[in-house]
């Protein structure tokens, strides 16, 4: 059974960082692409980034781009997301999911807990 556990969130004032955290279990992080969401209060879940089973990345939101990076240690089976300079806009709760390929189907039953993320000063 795929999980996920996301980890990492706070409270960050505007032009600071976090790194997310996705821990998998029950299958190889590498064998999905896994991809970082996020949903914001009274807004629909988006997607932020995603990288491949091969290392590469996709970005699914323009807004992040040049300040947020995604990277994978698969001796850990962890995803982990580096957000810098980070806005207002960016406060949503995070999730990780995985996926077939980056931009493609998401495999079902994937969603982890979430993990807050709050930009405020």
């Known amino acids: 059974q795929l999980q996920f556990v996301e980890s990492g969130g706070g409270l960050v004032q505007p032009g600071g960082s976090l790194r997310l955290s996705c821990a998998a279990s029950g299958f190889s992080s590498d064998y999905y692409a896994i991809g970082w969401f996020r949903q914001a209060p009274g807004k629909e879940r988006e997607g932020v980034i995603c990288i491949s089973s091969k290392g590469g990345s996709t970005y699914y939101a323009g807004s992040v781009k040049g300040r947020f990076t995604i990277s994978r240690d698969n001796a850990k089976n962890t995803v982990y997301l580096q957000m810098n300079s980070l806005k207002p806009e960016d406060t949503a709760v995070y999730y990780c999911?995985?996926?077939?390929?980056?931009?493609?189907?998401?495999?079902?039953?994937?969603w982890g807990q979430g993990t807050q993320v709050t930009v405020s000063s």
């Open positions: 999911a995985a996926q077939s390929y980056c931009s493609g189907p998401l495999v079902p039953g994937s």
